[in-house]
């Protein structure tokens, strides 16, 4: 007979904060749902960016958050546990930090390679990282993830980077920081349910201007097909798996893992749209991935108590 707990949704096994928080292995859960949600949201854009040729970044961006809001709702049904009055503000906060999040990322993608765009975007939670660290051994990760993103961004001479791009880039990465601070609000409380609701905030804001820039083009089979899939790929599933990270690992240490996402982008580059990687962003992504290693095995690591 089976547990409440292992039959929800999405094959994420939803616990109660306090004992997602306390178990030894609940930081090596947490890093490892971080992983998956960063190949799955990589592999969907990657496959996204195939559509805006025929629909524009503003049209995939609103298909796949509506789509995704009504899976969503579909598997969760969160209103049978509405939200307590004191957590919506936070909630709404965090719906629209990830729908602007995702209306900015993919104007970048649309003018930048995925790669480039995403090593921009991940400043965002470093900045988090930067923010929330109390120990030295926090810092030297955060360097060493810095030092990744140097090597993997081309900012060579004469490399040539659409300015609109970066913006857009920038612009993200600042919602992706206030993405987390919202997140670990509103994570222990809603749990899984928080994805939904803060779906659903995402496709008020991407939905009306989706329409509008890509018309009946959006309702297309094939279309809405690559849409549902990308719509899993780059949302309900990964953002699933972010909320269960949220409710293990501490914010920081949350965002230096999140600063695989550029070495993962480049990699879902280079497998679905043959984007080639030079020997030094190789090495860069190979310093990426040990700082985001080392920052899980410090989480998961007891620390001393306090004298």
């Excluded at 030894?24 to 592999?43: E, T």
């Excluded at 690559?226 to 293990?248: H, N």
Aim: with cysteine; net charge positive; glycine share 10%.
């Amino acid at each position: 007979m089976f547990s409440e707990a292992t039959t929800r949704p999405c094959g994420v096994m939803i616990e109660t904060a306090r004992s997602s928080s306390t178990r030894p292995s609940a930081p090596l859960i947490g890093a490892g749902a971080v992983v998956a949600s960063l190949a799955a949201q990589n592999v969907g854009a990657a496959f996204a960016k195939h559509l805006f040729p025929v629909v524009g970044a503003y049209g995939v961006t609103g298909l796949r958050i509506a789509l995704a809001a009504l899976l969503l709702l579909t598997l969760r049904r969160p209103w049978r546990r509405m939200p307590a009055r004191a957590i919506v503000p936070a909630l709404v906060a965090y719906g629209a930090m990830l729908g602007l999040m995702n209306l900015l990322i993919y104007q970048a993608f649309a003018r930048l390679p995925i790669g480039v765009a995403t090593g921009i975007e991940v400043l965002g939670p470093l900045a988090v990282v930067l923010w929330g660290s109390r120990a030295r051994r926090d810092l030297a990760w955060f360097a060493a993830a810095v030092t990744g993103l140097v090597l993997l961004l081309p900012l060579r001479a004469g490399a040539a980077l659409d300015p609109l791009g970066l913006a857009f880039a920038g612009g993200a990465a600042a919602c992706w920081a206030l993405y987390i601070v919202y997140g670990k609000r509103v994570s222990d409380t809603l749990g899984g349910d928080a994805v939904a609701w803060g779906m659903v905030i995402a496709a008020a804001i991407n939905v009306p201007i989706g329409a509008v820039a890509a018309g009946p083009a959006l309702l297309t089979p094939w279309v809405l097909g690559i849409g549902f899939v990308v719509a899993v790929l780059s949302s309900a599933l990964p953002y699933s798996l972010e909320m269960e990270a949220m409710r293990r690992l501490p914010a920081h240490v949350f965002g230096i893992l999140l600063s695989a996402a550029p070495a993962v982008a480049a990699l879902a580059g280079f497998v679905v749209l043959g984007e080639m990687l030079t020997p030094i962003q190789w090495f860069a992504i190979l310093l990426i991935m040990v700082a985001s290693a080392g920052s899980a095995m410090a989480a998961s690591r007891p620390r001393a108590p306090a004298t």
